[in-house]
């Protein structure tokens, strides 16, 4: 893996997002409303500290030649904290509540910490693939021009995400067996099969409200889990073109 290519590539991309929140909305009442609450909870997910990825970070920068990972890994919450702060602008203008707990976020939390390293870090990955899927559609059918530009830049990082962790995963399982890439592969799809189903639950009226059916979003999902673990898995690493530039 070439962390030098991923630190760079992220202080370049060290810049707030200026948009002109000013625009008014015009969005009939209860989408603007669901809207508000779905990307309340975003915000929420994208604000934490990444604690337990940092020990994991540190562990593996201790290794040779992942002595910058750490580096590279706080650059990438801090990407995540920008688009914290660009959700709580979309909040707000859409006259929403920014929250501080949820349900499902706290489950999540509690539930990554259950068995191991692995299972938290493959819950995390599962997270990064949901957020590629929700950022899109959101990008697409929101209907309004300040949430489809914020969406757009939010997803060219967040597929840039997915190629970190995909480049990252790829180097590091490199001298793994094959049933043990195997197994990890598989557990990563069984939890997501059920992370999707509670973030559609969380979601449903937020995206029904913009046309998008519970279909649609699994399948946007299984495009970007298809994407990555083929990256993942893939003996060289392509090149892949963010949904926007194919726009
Ligand atoms: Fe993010
Ligand atoms: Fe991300």
Same mark, same amino acid.
């Given at each position: 893996?070439? +962390?030098?290519h991923w630190?760079?590539?992220?202080?370049?991309?060290?810049?707030?997002?200026?948009?002109?929140?000013?625009?008014?909305?015009?969005?009939?009442?209860?989408?603007?409303?669901?809207?508000?609450? /779905?990307?309340a909870?975003?915000?929420?997910?994208?604000?934490?500290?990444?604690?337990?990825?940092?020990?994991?970070?540190e562990?593996?920068g201790?290794?040779s030649?992942y002595?910058?990972?750490?580096?590279?890994l706080? =650059?990438? +919450?801090?990407?995540e904290?920008?688009?914290?702060?660009?959700?709580?602008?979309?909040?707000?203008?859409?006259?929403?509540?920014?929250?501080?707990?949820?349900?499902? @976020?706290?489950?999540?939390?509690?539930?990554r910490k259950l068995?191991?390293?692995?299972?938290?870090?493959?819950?995390?990955?599962?997270?990064?693939i949901?957020?590629? @899927?929700?950022?899109?559609?959101?990008?697409?059918?929101?209907?309004d021009?300040?949430?489809?530009? @914020?969406?757009?830049?939010?997803?060219?990082?967040?597929v840039g995400? =997915?190629?970190?962790?995909?480049?990252?995963?790829h180097?590091?399982? /490199?001298?793994w067996?094959?049933?043990?890439?195997?197994?990890?592969?598989?557990?990563?799809?069984? +939890?997501?099969?059920?992370?999707?189903?509670?973030?559609?639950?969380?979601?449903?009226?937020c995206?029904?409200?913009?046309?998008?059916?519970r279909?649609?979003?699994?399948?946007?999902?299984?495009?970007?889990?298809? /994407?990555f673990?083929?990256?993942?898995?893939?003996?060289?690493?392509?090149?892949?073109?963010?949904p926007?530039?194919?726009?």
């Amino acid at each position: 893996m070439n +962390i030098a290519h991923w630190i760079e590539r992220f202080r370049e991309n060290d810049h707030e997002e200026l948009l002109d929140f000013s625009v008014p909305v015009d969005l009939a009442a209860p989408v603007r409303e669901e809207l508000g609450k /779905s990307l309340a909870i975003f915000q929420l997910g994208e604000s934490g500290e990444g604690s337990t990825l940092f020990r994991y970070a540190e562990k593996v920068g201790a290794t040779s030649g992942y002595e910058d990972y750490p580096t590279a890994l706080r =650059l990438f +919450i801090e990407e995540e904290h920008r688009h914290a702060r660009l959700l709580a602008q979309m909040v707000e203008r859409l006259g929403g509540t920014l929250i501080t707990k949820q349900w499902s @976020a706290g489950a999540f939390r509690r539930f990554r910490k259950l068995i191991n390293i692995e299972f938290h870090l493959q819950m995390f990955l599962t997270a990064e693939i949901i957020a590629e @899927a929700y950022y899109d559609l959101l990008r697409r059918h929101s209907g309004d021009p300040v949430i489809t530009q @914020a969406c757009g830049r939010i997803l060219k990082d967040e597929v840039g995400h =997915l190629g970190f962790h995909a480049a990252f995963f790829h180097s590091w399982m /490199s001298g793994w067996s094959q049933v043990t890439k195997r197994l990890w592969r598989l557990q990563c799809q069984g +939890i997501l099969q059920v992370i999707k189903w509670g973030v559609w639950f969380d979601h449903r009226r937020c995206l029904t409200s913009l046309g998008v059916t519970r279909n649609h979003f699994f399948d946007r999902v299984a495009r970007a889990e298809r /994407s990555f673990l083929q990256r993942t898995f893939m003996r060289r690493l392509p090149r892949r073109r963010c949904p926007i530039e194919m726009a």
